[in-house]
Nanobody
Framework: QVQLVESGGDLVQPGGSVKLSCAASGFGLGYFTIGWFRQAPGKEREGVSCIRTTDGSTYYSDSVKGRFTTSRDNAKNTVYLQMNSLKPEDTAKYYC??????????????????WGQGTQVTVSS
């Protein structure tokens, strides 16, 4: 059974940092592109970052480029999202999902297949 479990969400102050984890079970992450998506209240879910776990290539949306870093540990079957210099507009529920076997630039909701349950990140003073 394919399962993704996110963790690490928190309440942080603007300018702070959070590291999210996405642990996979039931399949090996090392064959997939994995995406991080987020959804704020009243907004559509959007792609934030994707990583192609076979070669480590990454994609970032313009809104997070330079502040967020996606990485993977294939031995632990886990993908991470390091979020720095957080802004109030980063507040959202963050999800990881499999995004097929294509390039990291395939980072959109339409290509997402298996989803985790999400973890909340709130940026507020």
């Amino acid at each position: 059974q394919v399962q993704l479990v996110e963790s690490g969400g928190d309440l942080v102050q603007p300018g702070g940092s959070v590291k999210l984890s996405c642990a996979a079970s039931g399949f090996g992450l090392g064959y997939f592109t994995i995406g991080w998506f987020r959804q704020a209240p009243g907004k559509e879910r959007e792609g934030v970052s994707c990583i192609r776990t076979t070669d480590g290539s990454t994609y970032y949306s313009d809104s997070v480029k330079g502040r967020f870093t996606t990485s993977r540990d294939n031995a632990k079957n886990t993908v991470y999202l390091q979020m720095n210099s957080l802004k109030p507009e980063d507040t959202a529920k963050y999800y990881c999902a499999t995004v097929g076997w294509g390039p990291a630039t395939d980072c959109n909701v339409a290509r997402a297949q298996h989803w985790g349950q999400g973890t909340q990140v709130t940026v507020s003073s």
